[in-house]
């Protein structure tokens, strides 16, 4: 079963209480108060996420960096990591794991709080990340984007799909394309964009984990809106042409559909955007619109629809 479809299921049976502003459904969930706090969790499984030769001082950060782009998307400072481990006999490399974890939290000013540690048949890495809203303000979600808006992504894309064939195709090699393999390995989540989005006005927002066509219809899907992605407006990532040529693959669909990114994807006014962009250290770029009637995804190309096999990473469970 597709883990959206499951997702609905979950949601469908579990209650909303007092004390939760948002739950199940958006990047994080949101804690009721004053400055109101924000809650996300995720897992990292061994040949599921990451492959048993993965080094624990990359591991580490990544861990904690695809939950923090969770804050990131919401608009929200970092607080606090739980760590939880699954542990399989003979590794024993934590040390190595946690450093790496450590120096990414103090660059961010979180602190690791806490978790829990137990056997396991292979390495599984559970992080909950906690962050706070500034007091008085709400956090950014995904379904508030409005027909007319601008859909902008900060960064660049495909860098990380780019690395991981890198990585693993012998015939491309990680040293074709140096910095995509870094994208991959080592994600850098956009948590000054995020806040800066959010005080500009930014209507709707989620990070890119998936893949910007994925997430981009999930956005739509969120705000009750259709959405057109331009690939040939797509900014890609260092090596992903070069990778892309190597394999003989498409390098803006590849850009579009290959996950892993953790950019912001974000939907705003034209005017909000033309203003905020200067001011994001990662930069910000128009790639699409989001549109009235039925909320589906259209990807363009030289004015006509492009249909890939697949819109992005999608887990069946």
Same mark, same amino acid.
């Given at each position: ?6 997702? %609905? ?18 990047? +994080? ?18 040949? !599921?996420?990451?492959?048993?030769s993965t080094d624990f001082h990359d591991l580490g950060p990544k861990a904690l960096a695809v939950n923090l782009s969770d804050l990131a998307a919401m608009g929200a400072e970092p607080v ?13 490399? !934590? ?56 859909i902008c992504v900060t960064g660049a894309v495909g860098g990380a799909a780019a690395g991981l064939l890198a990585l693993e195709d012998p015939a491309v090699g990680a040293s074709l394309a ?20 959010? %005080? ?26 259709? +959405? ?13 042409? %070069? ?62 629809? !492009? ?11």
């Amino acid at each position: 079963m597709p883990e959206l479809d499951l997702l %609905e299921q979950i949601a469908a049976r579990v209650k909303l209480r007092p004390g939760v502003a948002i739950g199940i459904g958006d990047d +994080a969930a949101v804690l009721a108060g004053d400055p109101a706090m924000v809650a996300t969790h995720d897992l990292l499984i061994e040949d !599921v996420h990451f492959r048993a030769s993965t080094d624990f001082h990359d591991l580490g950060p990544k861990a904690l960096a695809v939950n923090l782009s969770d804050l990131a998307a919401m608009g929200a400072e970092p607080v606090a990591a739980l760590v939880g481990l699954g542990l399989p006999e003979g590794r024993g490399e !934590v040390a190595d794991l946690y450093a790496g974890m450590e120096a990414l939290a103090a660059r961010v000013g979180a602190t690791i709080a806490g978790g829990d540690l137990t056997a396991a048949p292979c390495l599984v890495i559970a992080v909950t990340a906690l962050g706070r809203l500034s007091r008085g303000t709400a956090p950014v979600c995904r379904g508030g984007g409005r027909p007319g808006d601008w859909i902008c992504v900060t960064g660049a894309v495909g860098g990380a799909a780019a690395g991981l064939l890198a990585l693993e195709d012998p015939a491309v090699g990680a040293s074709l394309a140096p910095e995509a393999v870094r994208r991959q390995l080592r994600p850098q989540p956009r948590l000054a964009e995020g806040r800066l989005l959010r %005080e500009a006005g930014a209507h709707a927002m989620l990070d890119v984990s998936d893949g910007v066509a994925l997430d981009a219809l999930r956005l739509a899907r969120a705000s009750g809106l259709g +959405a057109e992605v331009d690939l040939e407006l797509l900014p890609l990532g260092p090596g992903v042409a %070069e990778v892309a040529g190597r394999t003989g693959r498409d390098a803006q669909l590849l850009a579009a559909t290959g996950g892993d990114d953790y950019e912001l994807l974000v939907a705003l006014p034209a005017a909000t955007a033309i203003a905020v962009a200067p001011r994001l250290p990662a930069g910000l770029t128009r790639i699409g619109r989001l549109t009235g009637g039925e909320p589906r995804l259209r990807l363009l190309r030289g004015g006509r629809e !492009v249909t890939p096999e697949r819109l992005g990473w999608e887990h069946d469970v």
